[in-house]
């Protein structure tokens, strides 16, 4: 079980944010399933010789249990009918927990909201039960690099060229160390931007061997996007799917980032000094 001394969570959706902890209007009396989904294990027993195979080894979607209380100084019939409309059944909520100074977050569904107050006049303590179909905690924070960009050759506070002159230069990094410290592989989103035409842009984890390339022509103003994340596999041109145009290679495909360091390249069959390709990405956890 959590320490709920020290721990804050905060409930979210749209504009209406609800917050629980201990300076909190609600205090969390008790938690369980934040630090661990529950793990499908199935074995077949070997049939000559001791043990077994694993055939099944799945991290199951994560369920959470609270069970909190309104503080005794707010207005508890209040913020038991703010309750009851917040928490309902069939809308995707966002969660983000704070937990001994490690911020998590996680997209969630209501499974149980119910009352456990004894008589009314004590303080609105109510059972949540909670469900995130994601297992994994995912960082608040999202890491984003450029792979090209701009290095700076001159700044002043003005700067006056009457017959031109260049103020940066485009530095070309086609490779890009990014270090995924989080518990499990975790999925990617690449912006490739084209200021002129480049055919069949790929990215490659140099670490793993993976690579996903994409059989599009781009124009100057076109944006292909990429997301690797897991059950969000997409490619789109300009907004619109273009994921049956990834290469059918067999070793193209949507990779992850492995934990630790992975080494990434891009490239194109023509044109790849045309592309800015940024990477972004946030750190998965087993548990918040």
């Known amino acids: 079980m959590t320490d709920a001394k020290k721990l804050n969570i905060t409930f979210s959706r749209g504009d209406t944010v609800i917050e629980a902890g201990r300076r909190a209007p609600l205090?969390?009396?008790?938690?369980?399933?934040?630090?661990?989904?529950?793990?499908?294990?199935?074995?077949?027993?070997?049939?000559?010789?001791?043990?077994?195979?694993?055939?099944?080894?799945r991290y199951d979607s994560k369920p959470i249990t609270m069970v909190?209380?309104?503080?005794?100084?707010?207005?508890?019939?209040?913020?038991?009918?703010?309750?009851?409309?917040?928490?309902?059944?069939?809308?995707?909520?966002t969660i983000t927990v704070d937990n001994c100074g490690r911020q998590t977050m996680n997209t969630f569904r209501l499974s149980k909201f119910r009352q456990q107050r004894t008589n009314l006049y004590e303080p609105f303590r109510f059972l949540l039960d909670i469900i995130c179909p994601?297992?994994?905690?995912?960082?608040?924070?999202?890491?984003?690099?450029?792979?090209?960009?701009?290095?700076?050759?001159?700044?002043?506070?003005?700067?006056?060229?009457?017959?031109?002159?260049?103020?940066?230069?485009?530095?070309?990094?086609?490779?890009?160390?990014?270090?995924?410290?989080?518990?499990?592989?975790?999925?990617?989103?690449?912006e490739f931007s084209a200021s002129g035409p480049v055919k069949n842009p790929r990215i490659d984890n140099l670490t793993t061997g993976e690579f996903l390339r994409v059989m599009v022509d781009m124009a100057a103003g076109d944006v292909l996007v990429i997301n690797t994340q897991r059950g969000k596999h997409a490619i789109t041109l300009n907004g619109v799917s273009v994921t049956q145009k990834k290469d059918r290679d067999q070793n193209c495909r949507f990779w992850q980032l492995a934990v630790g360091e992975n080494v990434l390249k891009y490239s194109a069959d023509d044109g790849y000094a045309n592309l800015s390709v940024v990477p972004r990405h946030r750190y998965e956890y087993y548990g918040g």
């Open 27 to 57: 205090h969390i009396l008790s938690c369980e399933g934040l630090e661990s989904s529950n793990i499908d294990l199935q074995l077949s027993a070997n049939a000559q010789g001791d043990g077994g195979t694993v055939t099944v080894d």
């Open 68 to 93: 909190m209380e309104v503080d005794r100084k707010e207005d508890s019939e209040a913020w038991a009918e703010k309750l009851r409309r917040f928490f309902v059944p069939h809308v995707d909520t």
């Open 134 to 190: 994601d297992p994994y905690m995912k960082s608040v924070s999202e890491y984003v690099s450029n792979m090209a960009d701009h290095l700076a050759l001159f700044t002043a506070p003005f700067a006056l060229y009457p017959n031109g002159g260049a103020l940066s230069v485009r530095r070309f990094n086609e490779e890009l160390l990014i270090v995924n410290r989080g518990d499990v592989t975790t999925g990617i989103i690449f």
